[in-house]
């Protein structure tokens, strides 16, 4: 169970920036302070800010078998 507590956290940690990224930094420390339930009530308001991003990350992203020219590059940035 505290493994996926962990990971749910750090999948709010990831749209959180995300959405910082779009919107900027003025209120971020806020942001973080806040509990959990109240990180995911602001990503709700903010869900198509967070959409609108990842289409334009994914649109960019490399696929298929271009992606990566080593099998270890995944290893390497899974821990990121």
């Known amino acids: 169970m505290k493994k996926r507590i962990a990971y749910v956290n750090a999948t ?17 420390a806020t942001l973080m302070a806040l509990p959990p339930n109240e990180q995911l009530e602001v990503l709700l308001m903010n869900v198509q800010t967070i959409l609108d991003s990842s289409k334009l990350v994914n649109a960019l992203r490399m696929k298929g078998i271009n992606q990566s020219y080593s099998m270890y590059d995944a290893k390497m940035f899974a821990d990121a």
């Open 12 to 28: 709010i940690m990831h749209h959180l920036k995300v959405l910082t990224f779009e919107v900027g930094t003025a209120n971020e």
